[in-house]
């Protein structure tokens, strides 16, 4: 019996390569396309992710600032809040700190009075202002004059917060949202669904 | 025979795809890794800062009920486990709790005097919260180039414990060390004002039953820091006309039947009030609260030699004018005489009588003179018994001790004729009063009782007139350092 020779068929034939390289084509069309698709997935995921930690943040901030704060009002279109808080620490310029600089950035011992509306807790002659605003894709924090961005994001974050004043107390509520970057044509609803809530109560009376 | 080789070529494709899918899963699985890590990462600190907060705030609990012991329990204040005191500062060496290993310290101070001699607290908390996860050098900040974010607002101790290198233990700049830190962690420190809390922020204040008062009656409030008293609850227009409607009446009960003009607000206990037309003020059947029995205060200063007791006609000579922390104090075994207190010299004298017996004598306060009278029996006197000559209630305060056991029923009777300037503190107290007496000042009691067309005025002064007889948080600050 006389085997058949295997090397007169090793080659491929036109149409088997015209085939395969279909196939490899598609194959590596596929792979691109993955890529490309994990790739943007993974931008907006991790978009999505840091603008909810900077939502996280922006209530963080708010809310220590509300819990001590002596005064909180907010802007008529609710995208600014400004407040006025206990001046704790002595500054530079601060009178005990031109009569002792080693004070500066210390702890002040509060002095106690009486007025029209009770017992007053006072540190320091005069009180800290802070304002939250938006400023572009920013939101900026101004201590006294001294702007601090807390949050920036290309995702248009919103805070937006309302204060009540209620009997001797007040709290502040804050919702932030933002568009994340995947969203269908600007659909209201892909905002809406990343809000973030919160309230803060002042520890503070109210004053003024 | 000719043997096919098909299927090697087969399987190269299926190897082909194979590949293909391992490597977008590779790929999708990074993506997943590295998302989940950074936010795994940022999530763990943001819920320690929240965390080191709440254990800053539970070690100011810790703290304030210390506080409230120096008052309700001033045997068992500051001295349980933990508690150290030096230097006029008492100190929690330390509390850990939760699943997460939480702890909190804390130090409280006392730093002010007020003009009745209450102490005023200062207490200093911090509290940690341990961070998960792997020890970094750095937060995820991602805010831009050059532009800190998480950073700025929670400072995380990765190595070395930021505070205290930077401002020193007590945050006074003095003691700056490097301080390792055993595992990353984030502190937080709040600073709590408590103040004391005064018996009188109500005309009248009372923890059971309530009847009163006649048809007729009127209760309302004036500031005897802008002059002496004249209705003007009625008038708008009248320059004191917002001082004279703060004749509150505050009734822990259900069983409240109020007749009469009150101009101020009513709370009750879920309490339905009747003619609530003739209440000015606020109506509000849901504000439930406690008084806590009244004890003899121990900071009082060593008795004078006499007198000892008030019999016939008794005379109290003070040798000092004294202060609101330190009076001229007095020990009467019985007081069933007619009782004058002069001050001393033209100064404001301060005077403090413990009785151990009843009231059923007289007492007059003459100008200048601040006296307070603790009594542990009952109170059995006419109205006009009761003088005090300034005018003011706040000079003339009276304070039930609590009887020890639950089963004594202390009363408090005012009888006609006269009227009386004073302020009556005795929770534990049945308070009853006949008679049409004009009164100022205010009460608190067990049970009220007055069937007269009384007129009642209410001294705004006296919200922070009298002994403390408990502390609230009036001032939060957090050292954001």
Redesign the interface.
Known sequence: ?K??S?QK?SGFTLS?LLV?LS??SV??G??II??IS??K??NA??NF??T???Q??II??LN?DV??GLIVTTSVDLQSVTMT??S??IQTGDTEALTNP??V???R??T?S?TSS??Q?N?GVSTTNVVYSINGSSIVRIENGVV?????STDQLVPTTTDVDLANTEYASTSVTFMPIFNLAGNTADRTGTTLYATAYL???RRG | ???S?KPR?QAN?LL??LS?IL??SV??GN?LL??VT??NT?SSQ?RS??ESLDAAEAGGDIAYAEVRKTILDPTNAFTGSGWTYSGGVYTNSGVTFGRDNLSTSSKVDL??Y??NGNP?Y?IRTKGTSPVMGLRRVTM?D???IG?R??S???KIDFNYDHFVAT?GPN???VGKTLLTVIQPQISRRI?L?V?PITPFEAAIKDAGTFYGLGDAAQIDSYNSANGPYYFAANNPSDPHYADSRSGNVEIDSAVATIRGMLYGNLYTNGGTIVRSSQVTGTVDNNVPFTLPPFQMPTDLPIPQNSPTKANGNTTINPPAAGTPQSPNFYLFSSFNGNLTVNPYGSSMTYVAIHTTSDITGTVDVKPNVHLVIYFDGNVNVKARDLTNESGIAGNLQLYGVSPTDPSVNQTINISPPGNFAATIYAPSAAYTMNGNPDITGALVCKTFYGNGNTTWHYDRQL??EGDAVDYR?????????
């Open positions: 019996m085997l058949a295997s068929s088997e395969t196939l490899s194959v590596l596929v792979a993955c890529g994990l790739q997935s993974f995921t991790d992710l840091a909810h930690i900077q996280v943040r963080d901030y220590r819990k001590r808080l206990p704790y620490l080693s004070l950035n210390t702890p011992t509060p106690i009486y009770g017992w807790v540190y601090t961005t807390i949050a920036s520890r503070n009376k | 025979m000719l043997i080789r070529r494709v082909c795809v293909t490597i977008v790929i999708g993506v590295n998302c950074r936010y940022a943001v800062w929240k730093f002010y007020d003009s005023w200062r995820d991602r805010m831009g532009t974010g998480d700025l607002l929670r401002y945050g006074d700049n600073e004002i103040a919200d922070h948080v009036i001032s939060y600050v957090e050292d954001t350092r």
